[in-house]
């Protein structure tokens, strides 16, 4: 049978689903700055500042090495349109911090918080947050100190490293939550 039998509407192709994998690795000679490879993409990532690391702990700058998963996407409404995704997506509040204290009963969780209250605030005045991808690391278990508000999300305009997370450009971000979805695997190596 010919191609002409499934009209164009019900064809699907690889882009029509999420990747099953994603992969992070530091770049030669430079353990804070790195690539991912998506499918056939490889884009340039910022690291954290302490490499990547099998045991990290929190405030130690240190990308965690390990298999995750995307929970979901945090996205400025407010600055950006809505990003075509495979993940659940979720706008960021005024309001919407993620608790960075390893005595919290909140820790490593999404909170909110208001103006006086401590917390990693997710709208910042930069543009690091506008899209944050948040995986499922240290999330079960959730251990005290293990490392926290571990995400992908936008770089500086210089890659400089990051606190732990994985950062990019807009248009790779753009780029990479076209094609993941919450089966895909990072794997950060």
């Not at 995307?70 to 919407?96: M, Y």
């Not at 005045?125 to 251990?143: A, Q, V």
């Not at 100190?145 to 732990?164: D, I, K, Q, Y």
Request: hydrophobic residues 35%; glycine residues 8%; aromatic residues 8%.
């Amino acid at each position: 049978m010919g191609s002409d039998v499934f009209p164009r509407t019900y064809r699907t192709t690889l882009r029509d689903r999420p990747l099953s994998a994603i992969r992070i690795h530091a770049g030669a000679g430079n353990s804070r700055r790195g690539w991912l490879v998506a499918g056939q993409h490889i884009i340039p990532v910022a690291l954290g500042r302490g490499g990547i690391r099998p045991n990290k702990f929190e405030g130690d700058g240190a990308t965690p090495r390990g298999v995750f998963r995307p929970v979901k996407l945090w996205w400025r409404a407010d600055r950006h349109v809505r990003p075509r995704t495979f993940l659940p997506v979720r706008a960021i509040g005024v309001v919407d911090a993620w608790s960075e204290d390893p005595r919290d009963r909140h820790y490593n969780r999404p909170i909110i918080r208001s103006d006086n209250q401590i917390g990693d605030r997710l709208k910042r005045k930069d543009s690091l947050y506008d899209f944050i991808i948040e995986i499922d690391h240290n999330t079960r278990p959730r251990i005290a100190r293990r490392g926290s508000a571990v995400f992908l999300h936008l770089s500086r305009e210089n890659f400089s490293p990051t606190a732990g997370c994985v950062g990019m450009t807009k248009p790779a971000m753009l780029r990479l939550l076209s094609r993941i979805g919450q089966s895909t695997r990072i794997i950060i190596e």
